[in-house]
Structure formats: structure tokens, C-alpha cells
């Protein structure tokens, strides 16, 4: 064979690879222990975002919880302060209302106690008679429809409370003192307040 048809092989040089070697463009894997350290790392950091956002979330619970227990508060004293003002306000209308019917009841009561003079007075043959105490019935009778009642304290014991003493009188054989002995005029309550005392007349 001639010089000539011989081929020359190519000589490798610094700058071209051989076979199998990685190009320095690739780059060259980094060492076991870069590797290990830079996995370490990244979960340290992993977990420190997680810590930090469950400690922020918790932050936020705690935060929501507090708004709520303030909230439930105000509402438990806005229902306590309507409770005592509905409470308050019953009680001035039933005060109002029984005023009113206190009011409207003395005005009667000397009407009432003319009809019964009128009835102590008739004949018993007086054909006006059934008219007035029916006259008087009703009247009563729409007096206790709305509560207010009369009372006589014939044979009890004087109370200054609830009874006016307009005479005295000696006690019987084996009475007491301090005894009505009479009713003069019938008192007359609406529920226990006393309208007008009953009149007596008491042992001495």
C-alpha cells in the first residue's frame, strides 16, 4: 500500500473529548456530598415555610376565635339589656293600667255607696227597689272584672291598714277589745293595694 492511500488517523487533542467523556458544556455531575447537603437544605427550608404557615393559620384561628367570643358577648348583653327593658316596660304598663283603673274606680265608689244607702232606705214594697239594686249588681260586677273587690271586716281584728275606725264601742260580755264590732261602710282593694278603707266601728 502506498503513503499515499494510507489515511492518517486523527489525533486527539486536549480540546476534543474521547469517546464517553461528557462535554464541558454539559457540566460534570457535583459530588455526592454537594448533593446530599443541598437536599438537606431545601427540606429545612420546606419545613420552616410549613411551620411558619401553621403558626399563621393558628394566629388566624386564635384571632377569629376572640372576634366571636366578643361578638357573643355583645349579643348575650343586647338580649340581658332588651329582656330588662321588656321586663321594665310590662311593669310600667300594668302600674299605668292599674292606676287608671284605681283612678276610674274611686270616682265610682261614692255612686256605689249612694245605691246602697238608696237600698238600706226603700220600702220593700217599692217597685223602684229591683231596679236599683240591679243597677248596683252591675256595677259591682264591673268593678271585680276588673279586680277590684269589696271587703267587709265584720269580727275581725282591727287593722289600721286596712280599716278606719269612726266610732268605739264597749265590748260585749266576753268580747275583746280592738274587735269591729260594726262595718260602717265596706272597703274595697284592687289586687293588695286598698282603695278605700272599710269603716268599722271597734270595741273598747
Request: hydrophobic share 40%; glycine share 10%; charged share 30%.
Amino acid at each position: 500500500m502506498n503513503d499515499k492511500d494510507r489515511t492518517t488517523a486523527p489525533e486527539h487533542t486536549a480540546e476534543t473529548p474521547s469517546p464517553g467523556q461528557p462535554r464541558p458544556e454539559e457540566g460534570a455531575p457535583a459530588p455526592a456530598g454537594e448533593s446530599r447537603h443541598g437536599v438537606k437544605d431545601g427540606a429545612r427550608a420546606l419545613d420552616s415555610n410549613g411551620a411558619a404557615e401553621i403558626q399563621g393559620d393558628l394566629d388566624e384561628l386564635v384571632k377569629v376565635a376572640a372576634e366571636r367570643d366578643e361578638y357573643l358577648a355583645l349579643a348575650q348583653r343586647t338580649q340581658a339589656d332588651f329582656e330588662n327593658y321588656r321586663k321594665r316596660v310590662a311593669r310600667e304598663a300594668a302600674g299605668a293600667q292599674e292606676r287608671g283603673v284605681a283612678g276610674l274606680a274611686k270616682e265610682l265608689l261614692p255612686a256605689l255607696d249612694n245605691l246602697d244607702r238608696a237600698i238600706g232606705a226603700a220600702d220593700a214594697n217599692d217597685p223602684l227597689l229591683k231596679g236599683v239594686r240591679l243597677v248596683r249588681s252591675e256595677l259591682a260586677a264591673a268593678l271585680a272584672r276588673v279586680g277590684i273587690e269589696s271587703f267587709r271586716p265584720e269580727g275581725e281584728r282591727f287593722d289600721p291598714s286596712l280599716h278606719e275606725a269612726v266610732a268605739t264601742a264597749p265590748a260585749g260580755e266576753g268580747g275583746a277589745s280592738g274587735a269591729v264590732l260594726e262595718v260602717y261602710q265596706d272597703g274595697y282593694r284592687l289586687g293588695e293595694s286598698i282603695l278605700r278603707p272599710a269603716r268599722v266601728v271597734v270595741s273598747a
